[in-house]
C-alpha cells in the first residue's frame, strides 16, 4: 500500500501560481511513477500530468503544456505540481496518484490521495 496525501491548494485569482505537494508513505517511492489528476465541478476526472520514477520523464496533458511542471524528490518522498497561470478552468479538486508501471493518462493508479481543492477566480 501507499498512502498519498495532498496539500498546497487554496484560493487563487486568474494568472496567479500555486504549488501542490504529494507526500507518499508505506512503500519505496521511487518504485512509484506518479500522476496528478483533476476533478472539476460537473466533470470527468481528467488527467493532468505525470512523472517516472527517476523523475526524467514527465507528461502533461493539453491545456496544462508549458504553464503546469511536474517535479519529485525521491529523498522526501514528495511530488510537485507547480501551476504558474492560472486560470478559471483550471479549478477543481486536485488528486495526486501512484502507479507502478506507468506515468502517462494510460495508467491504472491504484493508489490515490484525498485530493485538494484549487479554485481559481476571474
Known amino acids: 500500500q501507499v498512502q498519498l496525501v495532498e496539500s498546497g491548494g487554496g484560493l487563487v485569482q486568474a494568472g496567479g501560481s500555486l504549488r501542490l505537494s504529494c507526500a507518499a508513505s508505506g512503500r519505496t517511492f521511487s518504485n512509484y511513477n506518479m500522476g496528478w489528476f483533476r476533478q472539476g465541478p460537473g466533470k470527468e476526472r481528467e488527467f493532468v500530468a505525470g512523472i517516472s520514477r527517476s523523475g526524467g520523464r514527465t507528461y502533461y496533458t493539453d491545456s496544462v503544456k508549458g504553464r503546469f511542471t511536474i517535479s519529485r524528490d525521491n529523498a522526501k518522498n514528495t511530488v510537485y505540481l507547480q501551476m504558474n497561470s492560472l486560470k478559471p478552468e483550471d479549478t477543481a479538486v486536485y488528486y495526486c496518484?501512484?502507479?507502478?508501471?506507468?506515468?502517462?493518462?494510460?495508467?491504472?493508479?491504484?493508489?490515490w490521495g484525498q485530493g485538494t481543492q484549487v479554485t481559481v477566480s476571474s
Open positions: 496518484a501512484a502507479d507502478r508501471f506507468q506515468y502517462g493518462p494510460g495508467g491504472s493508479y491504484p493508489y
